[in-house]
Structures are given as structure tokens and as C-alpha cells.
């Protein structure tokens, strides 16, 4: 299970009351492809069904490195993916913890309501990419939409053959300069995701902090990442 730090507010809702402010979350193509794995392990010996969801026939022949001739095929393709969740969506399992930690705005001081968690099952992950792709304009590849081609290109190559070349699909298929991310989402996308209770006051307060580091452990945080520098500066914290 992917473990994925996350800070709150970002920077496209600090400036929301607490109901209003979420994390952005960014996702890299490992990801992408432990979402496809999980899939596909929910149709060991239903290869077949698994091809008929996807309607696997009708993507024989094409060049999945090609943008021009993948790119109309985004929206069948998402529509695709989505059967394949709805036939499933009783089996899920988690993909990604999410634990968040609150500062009060901008500044490097805790909120007293401060650290809580979040898990994503596969299928919830997906909603990240799936309902952008499905929202976004036609002429142009976004890495949201990538994202959708790479999953159901794994799943289509896994009905056919039993198998998948995750490091081959994220390779091959990039439509541009390729980098270490599968696309980024900003809090005020994901907080129609995680919008509740917990994201506007997570549950564990800062004075947990000393009951969580202990015997010394503030000596080994490393400034150069945020919580750490905040866990460091706060000098009542401890």
C-alpha cells in the first residue's frame, strides 16, 4: 500500500474556512500501474468477461503510442474503464493511505486539529483521473487522460494474453516530454472527494506530537522536508 504525506490547506484553497480547504495530491505512474495490477486480480480466470467489459475487439490494431489515433478514443476508453469498475465495485480493496496534516493558513504552525488519514481503494483513485478525462477538451492529450489509456491498456493486454508489461505501457505511451508524475490535483478538485467532517477538523490533535515522537526521534528529522521543519520549530510541541 502506497503511503502518500499530504499537506493541508494547498495553495488553491488556504484561503477557504476550514469546510473549504483540502490537499493536492500527486500521482506517479507506479501508481497508475498498482491500480491496473489490483484490477486485473479481479479477473484471474475471467479473462474473457474482462474483454467483453472492455470491448477489447474493437482497440485491436491500434497504436497506443500515438496520440493522434488514441486521442478520440479517450471517451469510449473511459466509459470502458468505468463498466469495469461498476461490475466490480464490491470488491475493492485499499491502494493508498493518505494521512494529512493541518497548518493554521500559510504559516509553519500546526492546527490544533491537525493530523487524520484517508484510504483510497483503486477504484476511488481513479475518480482523480477518470472524471477529469472525461471532462476535458479533445485536442490535446492531458496527463489525466494518458492516465486513462495506460490503465486500460494494461487491462486490455492482461484480457488478451494473461499478461501486462506495466514498465513498457508508461514508457512508451507518453504523448510528451515524460517526467516522473502521472498528473497533479489540486485541493479544490480533490476536496470533491474527500469533503467530510474528518478533512475540515482531522481528528488528532498537535499535543499527540510528543506521544508520537519519542526517545529522541526530533534529532533524526530531516529540516529539508516541511513537517519535519514544522515538528522542529515548534519548540512547545515536544
Known amino acids: 500500500m502506497e503511503i502518500k504525506l499530504t499537506a493541508l490547506p494547498d495553495s488553491s484553497t488556504v484561503e477557504r474556512p476550514d469546510s473549504g480547504q483540502s490537499s493536492e ?7 497508475i500501474v498498482y491500480a491496473a495490477l489490483s484490477m486485473a486480480k479481479l479477473f484471474e480466470g475471467r479473462r474473457k468477461e474482462l474483454s ?31 463498466r469495469v469498475l461498476g461490475s466490480e465495485v464490491g470488491r475493492q480493496s485499499p491502494l493508498m493511505m493518505q494521512p494529512v496534516w493541518k497548518t493554521v493558513g500559510k504559516t509553519l504552525a500546526l492546527h490544533e486539529q491537525c493530523f ?27 496527463r489525466e487522460m494518458r492516465s486513462v489509456v495506460w490503465i486500460v491498456k494494461m487491462l ?58 519519542l526517545g529522541g ?8 522536508r516541511r513537517l519535519d521543519a514544522v515538528v522542529q520549530s515548534t519548540f512547545d510541541l515536544l
Open 25 to 31: 495530491i500527486v500521482v506517479r505512474p507506479d501508481t
Open 52 to 82: 467483453e467489459l472492455l470491448g477489447s475487439e474493437r482497440y485491436e490494431g491500434v497504436d497506443w503510442r500515438s496520440s493522434e489515433d488514441v486521442r478520440p478514443l479517450v471517451p469510449d476508453l473511459a466509459n470502458d474503464l468505468d
Open 116 to 142: 487524520d488519514i484517508f484510504v483510497w481503494s483503486a477504484f476511488a483513485l481513479t475518480r482523480l483521473f477518470l472524471d477529469r478525462a472525461k471532462s476535458q477538451a479533445r485536442e490535446q492529450m492531458t
Open 156 to 213: 486490455h493486454d492482461f484480457a488478451s494474453t494473461g499478461k501486462m508489461n506495466p514498465g513498457k505501457t508508461t514508457n512508451e505511451i507518453v504523448y510528451a516530454p515524460r517526467n516522473d508524475k502521472a498528473f497533479a490535483i489540486s485541493g479544490s478538485r480533490t476536496l470533491h472527494y474527500l469533503e467530510s467532517p474528518e478533512l475540515a477538523r482531522p481528528w488528532i490533535k498537535r499535543s499527540a506530537v510528543k506521544e508520537i515522537v
Open 217 to 224: 526521534g526530533e534529532k533524526h528529522l530531516s529540516p529539508e
